[in-house]
């Protein structure tokens, strides 16, 4: 993982670069703030990697003299099925709705938003799926 990190944090220091050259060539506030978001969440996404990278153990990829067939075998465990996604679509769909039409169809996607989100960590630690 020290390997993604550095990438994304790379990647955030190029982003910042690029916004702050294009803020100050264009004056285009909206492109603007879309890079400076960009930056921001690279340098979140490089930042959780290498936080979490120093806590778990080294992969093949952090290696120099390692081979490709290091890196192999089971990697995690990856749900095979889950309607869970689904829901959390629908109710994320009647929020949009929500908003272009009346706050009041949010009375019925919270509901929805919260059983999905419930249901999706929860879904392995109940019923013949239980892992946990």
């Given at each position: 993982m020290k390997v993604q990190g550095k990438m994304f944090l790379w990647l955030a220091v190029f982003?910042?670069?690029s916004a702050i050259v294009y803020c100050l060539w264009s004056g285009e506030p909206a492109g603007s703030v879309a890079l400076f978001m960009a930056f921001a969440l690279s340098l979140m996404i490089g930042f959780y990697l290498?936080?979490?990278?120093?806590?778990?153990?080294?992969?093949?990829?952090?290696?120099?003299?390692a081979?490709?067939?290091?890196?192999?075998?089971?990697?995690?465990?990856?749900?095979?099925?889950?309607?869970?996604p689904l829901m959390l679509a629908t109710g994320g769909a009647l929020a949009f709705l929500g908003?272009?039409?009346?706050w009041w169809i949010m009375y019925f996607a919270a509901p929805v938003i919260m059983v999905a989100i419930f249901g999706w960590v929860f879904e392995y630690y109940r019923g013949s799926d239980q892992r946990y």
């Open positions: 982003i910042l670069a290498s936080f979490t990278a120093r806590r778990a153990d080294n992969g093949a990829q952090d290696r120099a003299d081979d490709v067939a290091d890196d192999a075998g089971e990697i995690g465990f990856f749900s095979p099925h889950s309607w869970q908003i272009i039409f009346g």
